[in-house]
């Protein structure tokens, strides 16, 4: 069946180093890729999307790829700042919302 | 103004009985899903609706029946209720299908 792998599941970095989250899919109809943010006692916030026709998207210190041959996509966070700390999720799928497991991301100040 | 609410917010009740979960978007989105979030943190959709039909309807016990009166509305109701329902859902909407989805606050419901 459709499956998404997220990693790694926990993340801790220094303040203004940069995070990389990877994702790993199995449907290949997918065309949608959002990522989300979700703090502690609240729901999960999108953050960036990407679609299928395009490669990369940027949105001042976070950024999506996608690479459909290899059926992964990425969020990257550049200067990472304590507020960045939180649970990320991507998810993906056609007809079925399918989520990663989560990574934990730690901000060291 | 709350774009996607649910209420309640906490929930805490016994095995067997039934309880109701609303939801209400004001963005005025055709489409609205439930989610269940365990406590290891694993999203998983269980209802789709769009424009009041039902859409997605994943591998979900009967025992779950959601109702959308209009396209405003998601209402998940919950029968006989188990200890392994124990978990936060959420509810989400979004403009149309495979768009960006707009999340409510969660319900933590906890089965005794």
Not at chain 1, 55 to 71: H, P, S, W, Y
Not at chain 2, 80 to 101: K, P
Request: charge should be neutral.
């Amino acid at each position: 069946g459709e499956n998404v792998e997220q990693h790694p599941s926990t993340l801790s970095v220094q303040e203004g180093d940069s995070a990389v989250i990877k994702c790993t899919y199995s449907d290949s109809a997918s065309n949608y890729f959002p990522w989300y943010k979700q703090e502690l006692g609240k729901g999960p916030q999108l953050i960036i999307d990407i679609r299928s026709n395009v490669g990369e998207k940027k949105d001042q210190r976070i950024a999506v790829t996608l690479n459909k041959t290899a059926k992964h996509f990425s969020l990257h966070i550049t200067e990472t700042q304590p507020e960045d700390s939180a649970v990320y999720f991507c998810e993906t799928g056609t007809y079925k919302y399918i989520f990663g497991t989560g990574t934990r991301l730690k901000v060291l100040a | 103004d709350t774009a996607v609410s649910q209420t309640p917010k906490y929930l805490v009740t016994q095995m067997g009985n039934d309880k109701s979960i609303k939801c209400e978007q004001n963005l005025g989105h055709d489409t609205m899903y439930w989610y269940k979030q365990d406590s290891k943190k694993f999203l998983k959709i269980m209802f789709s609706y769009n424009n009041k039909e039902l859409i997605i309807n994943e591998t979900v016990p009967n025992r779950f029946s959601p109702k959308s009166p209009d396209k405003a509305h998601l209402n998940l109701h919950i029968n006989s209720l188990e200890l392994g329902d124990s978990a936060v859902y959420f509810c989400a909407s979004s403009q149309e299908l495979r768009d960006e989805q707009y999340f409510g606050p969660g319900t933590r419901l906890t089965v005794t």
